[in-house]
């Protein structure tokens, strides 16, 4: 029997991390600090809606870390890219006149082919063949790139940006003006710690959700602030 497992969706495992973050003890005081924070860079204090707003945020920020995770993980573990030059080759004999009888026959056409009298049987088979290319030729071009590799204990960016990204975006729609990043360094070995209001914030939210990141976040809001203030003055 031909097996039917590929028909059920694939779904990443339970995000027993993000669970936990969120049961943890520490979100609660972590909603009030980003409050707080919130509170000093607006006209108004937060409404009890606003507030609901910012614990969802939270609460999806973190699932997109984590989501962006996993799909870098199983994109590295893709073997796909490696069909690329076989299924090349596949077509190209498929494609090769002398094959067409017997491609037919294995499709359903009669052994006879044109002497047959079941010229229906002959048409279906050519049907199938032809959808059979088509679907190959799309597969063909859906091929991804080969993974990059990973080094030791590197963490791919993507998490972190997806991360910062959404928590941008927020700040902006919240506080009614644009992301802002600045920082310093209390000592010469130690992290630079935020000087904005909207660093401070996504400081917060990554100390919470991934703490060992934390050394990556200056530039990440840096390069996100650089590449938004270039595509505003390029509007």
Avoid at 56 to 69: E, L, N, P, R
Avoid at 86 to 101: F, G, M, Q, T, W
Avoid at 152 to 164: E, N, S, T
Wanted: aromatic residues 6%; glycine residues 4%; positive net charge.
């Amino acid at each position: 029997m031909r097996q039917q497992g590929w028909r059920k969706r694939r779904r990443p495992p339970a995000p027993t991390r993000t669970d936990a973050l969120l049961a943890s003890a520490e979100f609660e005081p972590l909603l009030r600090r980003l409050e707080i924070i919130l509170d000093t860079e607006r006209a108004c204090p937060l409404t009890v809606i606003d507030r609901a707003v910012l614990e969802q945020t939270i609460i999806t920020a973190i699932a997109v870390y984590d989501g962006t995770q996993f799909l870098a993980e199983l994109a590295s573990r893709s073997t796909l890219h490696q069909i690329r030059e076989p299924l090349a080759r596949v077509v190209e004999i498929l494609k090769h006149e002398a094959n067409y009888d017997d491609i037919f026959v294995a499709l359903g056409a009669p052994v006879m082919l044109a002497l047959s009298p079941n010229q229906r049987a002959v048409d279906q088979a050519i049907e199938r063949y032809e959808n059979t290319l088509d679907a190959l030729d799309d597969i063909a071009r859906a091929l991804p790139p080969t993974p990059a590799k990973r080094g030791p204990g590197r963490q791919p960016a993507k998490d972190l940006r997806a991360l910062v990204e959404y928590l941008a975006d927020y700040w902006k729609q919240v506080v009614g003006r644009p992301f802002k990043q600045d920082w310093h360094r209390e000592s010469s070995i130690g992290p630079k710690k935020p000087t904005t209001n909207a660093a401070a914030f996504v400081y917060e939210v990554v100390k919470f959700t991934d703490a060992s990141r934390l050394g990556a976040v200056p530039k990440m809001t840096e390069s996100i602030v650089k590449n938004r203030r270039a595509a505003t003055s390029v509007k």
